[in-house]
Every structure is written in C-alpha cells, then in structure tokens.
C-alpha cells in the first residue's frame, strides 16, 4: 500500500507493507486524516519530544532517525477483521490512536511500533474503536480526535456556564476549545488571535466577544464580570465581607463563611483561561495580566524552555493546570456531540490532499491566514491543498 514517511524530517510517498491484524484488532481503509500540530512539531522536535516521554516511562515515541507513518487524527472503514473482533467490514468508524504492540502499547502516528493514518490502511484496536453516528461525513469524523482535545481541555478547567472563559490563540486546538466551550453551555467566550483569519474562525466556531491583542485586551474585553484585578480589591473583599458577617444575627461569621465555601460561593468571581498558542512567553504574560484567582489551563505545546514569575503566581493565586489528549470516554462524548450537531467543526477544514500532497500542507499550515486544518485523503490525486 502507499504512506507517507517521515524520516530525517522529510515526507515521501512510499510502498510499504499492508497491516494484518492481530487478535482484537481491525484493518481499516483510510478514508480521511488530519495532520495535526503534534505532527508538525514532531517532524522537527521528534528528538526532544521522545527524550520527556522517555523521562515519564515511555520509550515508544518516534525519533528523528525513525521511518514513521504519522498520522493520530482518521476516520476510515473496517476492511479486516482479527479474531474476536466485534466491529463488522464495511462499518464507518474512528478510533483512539493507541495500539497494542511489540509488547506494549503504543501511540498511532506517533511511534515506530504504531504506523499512523497517512497512508492507505492503518491498524486500530477494535475495543478503542467507534461506529461513525448519525451519517456523520467522514472528513468530519476525522476531527473527533482534535475536538476530544478540546473536550478534555475544558473539561479539565472545570467552567461553569457563568464564568468566563478566554482562548489565548486561535489555531485548530483554540478553536475546538471555543467549539467544546460553547457545546457545554458557557455563555461568555472570548477568543484572542493576532490573525484575522483565524479571529473569523473563532467567531464562526461560537466565541461571544473576538479580540485583536496588537489592538485591544483580552483581560479589557472580561471587564464587568466581577473578577478582582489588583491585591487591593482582594484586601477590601475581605475586610467587607466579615464586617457584613458579623453583622448577622445569631450566627458566628465563620459558620457562614464556612457553609459558603463548602458549596464554592466563597471564592472571588474568576475567568477560565487557555493557552493555546505553546509559545516561550505566553504564560508569563498570562500570568501577569489575567485577575486575580484566575485558572489557566496550558493547552498549547510548547516545545522550548520557558520562564515564569512563580512569585507573580503566588502573590495571584493563579491556578494553572497542564493537559494532554484525552480519555476514551472524552473521545466517544465528542463523536456524539458531533453526530448530534451539537458541534460543527466544518469550519475548521480549509483543505484537502492526496498523498502526494503532504509535504507541501505541511508548508502550507504555516501560513495561518491561509489554512486551519487540512485533511489527507489517501484516494485523492490532489498535490494543493483544495477546499473540501
């Protein structure tokens, strides 16, 4: 069959040997794939990448000198089933990109052990495999993977739908953000993007309020929310609060203040914010700019050393909390937000490849006013990308 092979950082198209499936295991024909912002940093920082995940235990994660299928983000059709396997040939699916072999379990797309979806099969598990619903286009389904991202990223923030949240960045992940916001009912978002292209994106996508940061504030723009900005707010809150307190009949202040903190009314109005941009600096001027008590959630990768002010942090309580992909369970409640319409990551696809066309996306997605996310369909003839 063909693929694509990313090796020494370039991208040929190459015959390679077709899978066969293990026990549990499904062969399916590739019907579209994303390439993914992992998939562009790995292609440069493969090294630097597999040495953390070698630190956390994983020695599994592609190298520079590997020759790899890359490829986490498909939708395909079931062509061969191993034994034991429940999904019947011909079913339209997705699948979380983990894959049992070699003696382990390994990242689809992103390990040697685990050939990925650019090409015109990949080997999935069938117990991590989904039915595509509700006649869900497959191009479509393809974007479960970067809007169960999104999912988890929210989910992970713990946002009310009377907070508000701010996406710092507005490429593929801050857009399924905003989408995966927006989905659960959050009533304010605002989205920040130095890019008009990707500003409309995030409008089109559902973002209440759509910031230009060289011109305005995103921290501007949540004003009137009730969120503390300065340490002399949260001086006066306090004093006020227990002098109105204490002034309550027949029950001591801090019984009060106790029962208010147990249910969370105790705590000061604050944003959600995430960081989807993954660039050094980033967080040091979120934490330095977003209010008091805020929570920040480190969406975006990013792929060199980084300073912050712990100081800053401390003196605001800032919140900041890490994620990385998502749980099975995120994975199957987003393809059915997406079967559901609840979701519409249409907006999202600003192109189409064959194969042969890989290499010049890859290009291509540098240029954010030109391309969000771009789909391979192994099928296609196409060598520029083209509006699906």
Not at 240 to 249: D, F, W
Not at 355 to 368: E, K
Request: hydrophobic share 45%; glycine share 10%; net charge negative.
């Amino acid at each position: 069959m063909k693929a694509v092979i990313c090796a020494d950082t370039a991208l040929t198209v190459e015959d390679v040997p077709a899978p066969r499936p293990g026990k549990g295991q499904l062969v399916l024909d590739v019907t579209r794939c994303g390439i993914c912002g992992s998939d562009l940093h790995s292609r440069v920082h493969a090294d630097a990448l597999a040495d953390v995940a070698a630190e956390i235990g994983y020695d599994g994660l592609m190298r520079t000198s590997d020759r790899i299928v890359l490829g986490h983000e498909f939708s395909g059709v079931v062509t061969e089933r191993g034994k034991g396997s429940k999904l019947a040939e011909g079913t339209p699916v997705v699948s979380f990109p983990l894959l049992r072999a070699d003696g382990g379990v390994h990242t689809t797309g992103l390990s040697p052990h685990a050939p990925g979806g650019y090409a015109e099969q990949v080997l999935v598990e069938d117990a991590l495999t989904l039915p595509i619903p509700n006649g869900l286009p497959a191009d479509l389904a393809a974007l479960n993977e970067p809007m169960a991202v999104g999912l988890h990223a929210v989910n992970r923030g713990e946002v009310s739908k009377g907070q508000v949240a701010i996406v710092i960045g507005c490429g593929p992940v801050g857009l399924a953000v905003v989408s995966m916001l927006k989905a659960q009912g959050v009533r304010t978002v605002i989205a920040s993007d130095y890019s008009p292209g990707r500003r409309a994106l995030a409008a089109t996508c559902g973002a209440d309020v759509v910031v230009d940061p060289a011109v305005d504030s995103p921290w501007s723009a949540a004003q009137g929310h009730g969120h503390l900005d300065h340490a002399p707010d949260v001086f006066e809150l306090g004093v006020s609060t227990v002098e109105k307190l204490r002034k309550l009949p027949f029950v001591p202040w801090q019984s009060v203040w106790r029962a208010a903190d147990k249910v969370g009314a105790a705590t000061p109005k604050h944003p959600v914010v995430f960081e989807c941009v993954g660039v050094p600096g980033v967080l040091e001027e979120i934490i330095s700019h977003a209010p008091v008590y805020a929570r920040v959630v480190v969406v975006g990768v990013c792929m060199e050393p980084d300073l912050i002010r712990p100081s800053m942090a401390i003196n605001k309580e800032i919140d900041l909390r890490f994620v990385l992909g998502y749980t099975p369970l995120e994975f199957s409640d987003s393809l059915r937000l997406l079967g559901e319409g609840k979701v519409d990551p249409k907006p999202l696809v600003t192109g189409v490849v064959g194969l042969g066309g890989v290499a010049g996306a890859f290009q291509a997605l540098a240029d954010p006013e030109t391309h969000a996310k771009i789909l391979i369909d192994p099928r296609s003839e196409a060598t520029e990308p083209h509006p699906r």
